[in-house]
Structure formats: structure tokens, C-alpha cells
T-cell receptor
Framework: GESVGLHLPTLSVQEGDNSIINCAYS??????FIWYKQESGKGPQFIIDIRSNMDKRQGQRVTVLLNKTVKHLSLQIAATQPGDSAVYFC?????????????FGKGTSLLVTP | ETGVTQSPTHLIKTRGQQVTLRCSSQSGHNTVSWYQQALGQGPQFIFQYYREEENGRGNFPPRFSGLQFPNYSSELNVNALELDDSALYLC????????????FGPGTRLLVL
């Protein structure tokens, strides 16, 4: 998977605005994708998932879009709140020789300002 | 909360030592996956256990080994610790191997001095 240094891409939004976090995945054969939220000192928390036979899926305040043509995922958060501040990761479910591993993309740090 | 628990929460070891980390999966889940997360990076897949058998392995050396028990809890063992092994170790449980959501525990923070 991709790796990043200590400086994550950062998205800064004002409370109440909508946020869009983008992610590129690596394997065109991947058929299942998940967005996770990770707060400081905690494990990744499931937000929403989508299978490759779908283009869009909505949850509570969140929407995931999948563009298989360009291998791109996005996470939209409506009416962003201070509690949404965290690092967000997309993950693709691979089935190479390494079992059904999750391959995590580069994280994006979301900072919500009042 | 996911129902996935890990112990210990923090651990300090010195180079060359061995460590065992533990994970209890969520009720009803038969698959446990282990990940290593270095500071500022995304989790990297170590290996996965399904019904007590290793079901896949990432790009980690053999000194990283694991077990899964009949109750589906799991251990991660690391021998001959190196400084670069310092990381957050995460386990995730799921109800199957493919296309099922993996739910993560809080992790074990390992520091190797």
C-alpha cells in the first residue's frame, strides 16, 4: 500500500460546511471499499462501505462515491461538526496472495474550526 | 465501541526481546486480522487468521507470527524486536474473510528502545 510521511494532507473546514475527502485506490480488481475515521490514540472506526457494483451509498450525514473508471473514492460529510475532526482513511479489500487484506490509502487529516 | 479488545494498551521493550500482543474478537466474528501502524501512516496488513488457520500474510518477516484460538481470540508474537517495530498494533475482527467489514480494536502501542 501507499505510505506517507509524518505530514498528512490536511483539510480545514468551518463548522457547518460540507467536507469532501478524496482517495485513490490501487487495484482495479478490488470489489469492496471502506472509509474509516481515526481519532488520536484510537483504532480506526468504521464509517461507511461500498461494493464495486454501486456508485454511491449514503449513510447518516455521510455519502461515499465510487468511480471505478479512475479508481477514485470520495467521502462527503454534510454539516461538518467539531467531533468530525480526525484522520480519515479509505481502504480497499484485496485478495492477492495475502488473504483478504485491507489496503489503506493515504490518510487525510480533517480539521473542523468553529 | 466495536467490542474488539486488545491488551496491553502500552508496552515498552528493548531491542532483541520478544513480545506477545492479545486480541479478543467481537462476538460472532471468526476472523482476526493484524495491522501495524507507524506514526503518521496508514495501517499495514501483517496477517489474517480464519478459524485458527493463517489465511494470508503481508510483507512482514517470519519473526512476526500469530495464533488464533478456538474462541477466535488471537495473539501476535514478535521475536528479536527491532527499533522499527515501534508502532501501534491493531487487530480487527470480521464475520468472514472477504468483503466483510473489519472492526478495529483500540490498539497496543509498542515502543522498542
Amino acid at each position: 500500500g501507499e505510505s506517507v510521511g509524518l505530514h498528512l494532507p490536511t483539510l480545514s473546514v468551518q463548522e457547518g460546511d460540507n467536507s469532501i475527502i478524496n482517495c485513490a485506490y490501487s487495484n482495479s480488481a478490488s470489489d469492496y471499499f471502506i472509509w474509516y475515521k481515526q481519532e488520536s490514540g484510537k483504532g480506526p472506526q468504521f464509517i461507511i462501505d461500498i461494493r464495486s457494483n454501486m456508485d454511491k451509498r449514503q449513510g447518516q450525514r455521510v455519502t461515499v462515491l465510487l468511480n471505478k473508471t479512475v479508481k477514485h473514492l470520495s467521502l462527503q460529510i454534510a454539516a461538518t461538526q467539531p467531533g468530525d475532526s480526525a484522520v480519515y482513511f479509505c481502504a480497499e479489500n484485496l485478495r492477492p496472495n495475502s488473504g483478504y487484506a485491507l489496503n489503506f490509502g493515504k490518510g487525510t487529516s480533517l480539521l473542523v474550526t468553529p | 465501541e466495536t467490542g474488539v479488545t486488545q491488551s496491553p494498551t502500552h508496552l515498552i521493550k528493548t531491542r532483541g526481546q520478544q513480545v506477545t500482543l492479545r486480541c479478543s474478537s467481537q462476538s460472532g466474528h471468526n476472523t482476526v486480522s493484524w495491522y501495524q501502524q507507524a506514526l503518521g501512516q496508514g495501517p499495514q496488513f501483517i496477517f489474517q487468521y480464519y478459524r485458527e488457520e493463517e489465511n494470508g500474510r503481508g510483507n512482514f518477516p517470519p519473526r512476526f507470527s500469530g495464533l488464533q484460538f478456538p474462541n477466535y481470540s488471537s495473539e501476535l508474537n514478535v521475536n528479536a524486536l527491532e527499533l522499527d517495530d515501534s508502532a501501534l498494533y491493531l487487530c480487527a475482527s470480521s464475520s468472514g474473510t472477504s468483503g466483510t467489514t473489519q472492526y478495529f480494536g483500540p490498539g497496543t502501542r509498542l515502543l522498542v528502545l
